[in-house]
C-alpha cells in the first residue's frame, strides 16, 4: 500500500503542497482530480522522489521511502508513466521498452508478454520510431513502458491528455483490467471527469495545493467534485 501522509513542498517560497495525504492500495484505482495548476503533477512527483519534500512522508508496502531516490523507489516496485508520455522518439518501440528494463535484475530484464496482450498494437510497431506513432499509440507505449519494470503501484499523470476518444476507452480497460488483478495499486491523476467516475474506487479532489474532497468513489458527490474542475 502506498501512504502519503502530510506532505508540504515548496519551489522556492511558493507553497505547492499543503499537507497532503493520500493512499492507493492493490486492486484498486484511486483518482486525484483538480484544475491544472492545484498541484497533482506535484505531488506524483514527491511521491516518485523527483521533488524533494518540505515535511510529512511517503510509505510503500511498509517502508517508508520520503528521502529514496527515484531509481530505487523504480526498484521497489513503482512505475512511473509522466504527463505528456515522454517516450524517445528516435528509438523503436522496442528500444523504447527495454528502457523500462534498467530498474530489474539482470536476470528478469524481459518484456512481458502480458505487454503486448493489453497493447496489441505494439506488438505490429516494434521496429517503428517512437516519434512515429500517434498520440494515442505513444500513449500506450509509455504506459507499456512501465509495465515492464512489472510494476506493484502504477502510477499514471493525466493519460487521457491530447489522446482521441476510441484510445481513452481502451487506456481505461487496460487500467481497470490491471487493478482487477489485483497485483497492481494504481494512482491515477485526471481532469476528465468521465473518465475517472468510471475507473475510481477512491478519490482525492485537490486545489490550491490541498486535498479538499476525499472518499470512496461510491460517496463521490458529482455535483461537489465538479466545482473543483471548472474553470
Not at 35 to 43: A, D, I, Q
Not at 176 to 193: C, K, M
Not at 216 to 223: F, N
Amino acid at each position: 500500500m502506498l501512504s502519503v501522509e502530510g506532505i508540504d513542498l515548496y519551489y522556492g517560497a511558493s507553497h505547492a503542497l499543503r499537507g497532503v495525504s493520500v493512499a492507493a492500495s492493490p486492486g484498486k484505482v484511486t483518482c486525484v482530480l483538480g484544475r491544472n495548476g492545484v498541484g497533482k503533477t506535484s505531488l506524483l512527483r514527491a511521491i516518485m522522489g523527483l521533488q524533494p519534500i518540505g515535511s510529512g512522508r511517503v510509505s510503500w508496502e511498509g517502508k517508508e521511502i520520503t528521502s529514496m531516490p527515484a531509481y530505487v523507489r523504480a526498484r521497489l516496485g513503482i512505475g512511473f508513466v509522466p504527463q505528456g508520455r515522454e517516450i524517445f522518439a528516435r528509438l523503436t518501440v522496442r528500444e523504447n521498452l527495454e528502457t523500462g528494463l534498467a530498474p530489474l535484475p539482470r536476470g528478469s530484464r524481459s518484456i512481458p508478454a502480458s505487454v503486448y496482450e493489453l497493447f496489441p498494437v505494439l506488438k505490429d510497431m516494434l521496429g517503428r520510431r517512437g516519434g512515429d506513432l500517434s498520440g494515442g499509440q505513444q500513449q500506450q507505449l509509455a504506459i507499456a513502458r512501465a509495465l515492464v519494470t512489472r510494476p506493484r503501484l502504477l502510477i499514471l499523470d493525466e493519460p487521457t491528455e491530447g489522446i482521441q476518444p476510441s484510445i481513452i476507452k481502451s487506456i481505461g480497460k487496460v487500467i481497470r483490467t490491471l487493478a482487477d488483478q489485483g497485483g497492481i495499486a494504481i494512482l491515477l491523476v485526471e481532469q476528465y471527469f468521465e473518465f475517472a467516475r468510471e475507473l475510481a474506487d477512491d478519490f482525492a479532489v485537490m486545489d490550491r495545493g490541498e486535498v479538499v474532497l476525499a472518499g470512496p468513489a461510491k460517496g463521490m458527490v458529482e455535483s461537489e467534485v465538479r466545482r473543483y474542475l471548472t474553470v
